[in-house]
């Protein structure tokens, strides 16, 4: 009973602190588009890295594509200790120029920079984190010029722990909540507008609070270079496709494209749904070592306009292609709209070449009458034919590879 009215009085206590700051709309409105450490180096990062990453996005097409933000994972700081006045070091051996030395080399490329901390006692590779300290870490940032703040969830001390029922069954009102809006709160107190990356793997239901609190949260555990992670974070993601709007985006992690072994299919199927989902981008490879093949899947301008699309915040639904059809998990046709018209999203998740096809007329948001032009945003090209509500529509697609569609009125 005591050790009961503890808790309850901690978590009382907690909530009745906590700050209901909203996070900046100077930031954040769409899907962020760019990079990041981890993925690629772990904690083998340095200076050279990061800027070539940067180079690269000029290079490369990538920053005339949209790509914008260079961020910084896990360990870039010296790990046992802070300054005298507290403040987080950057390690002098990785970083002789300091974060600061790399975010106005980036800056001047006209790109972003992001960082890297923890809502608990150490970050996951035992680094400072930022529980308790998320001011001055915050004024740090700003002071460096930060842009970006992706903000882990390890060590978090026991008394932070979730009760099985957030107060007023919100579970902004969870210690989880408290533990990021603490963050947002800081964030708010420097003049510098800094994204807020809620990095909380999907735990107290982050979807229903993470546009109270940052611009995105992510939605599982870590990704892996596999056909396995893509299918599970999109059912995952399927359930929560009402949450994502401007400001505020499920994020699906950062991408694999490049690493382990997903064959080009995967990888198409990969970069479509992250942008057909509106998740944020972040690629995850070392840059330099991307064939053409590849390069063209991350700077297709049709998908990256969708994700980007200025006026249309939401992402394609999953929607019945025929009357009779039967259901996948997850699904795998998909639409939405843009500027532009209607978009439909074909996905086999089959491991062989497959016929799909859809009714013009099945798919939300087309006129039932009138003739269409089917545009493939992969190739650019309109696709041979005449269409009309009443057509079928299909395709060969290969094993685990994705087709994407503009369809607009003839
Ligand atoms: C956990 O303990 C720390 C240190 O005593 C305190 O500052 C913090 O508010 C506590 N957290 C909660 C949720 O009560």
Redesign the pocket.
Known sequence: MATFLAILT??S??LAQAPTTPPSHETGRLPALGWNTWNAYHCEIDEAKVLAAAHSFVELGLKDAGYEYVNIDDCWSVKDSRDSSGRIVPDPTRFPNGIIGVANEVHDLGLKIGIYSDAGTQTCAGYPASLGNELIDVQTFAGWGIDYLKYDNCNV?S??TDAPNPPDGDWYNS?SGIRYRRMTDALSKVSRPIQLDVCIWGQAQVWTWGARTGHSWRMSGDATPTWSYIIDIIKINVDHLDTIDFFGHNDMDMMEIGNGDLTIQEERTHFAAWAFFKSPILLGTDLSQLNSEQVAIITNKELLAFSQDPNIGTPAKPFTPRSGAGTTSPPEFYAGASSKGMHVFIMNIGSSTTTKSFRLSNVPGLSDSGRFIIHDMWTGADVDGSFTAGSTFSVRLGAHDTAAYLITEA
Do not use: E
């Open positions: 901690a978590t206590l907690a001390p008394n932070w210690n």
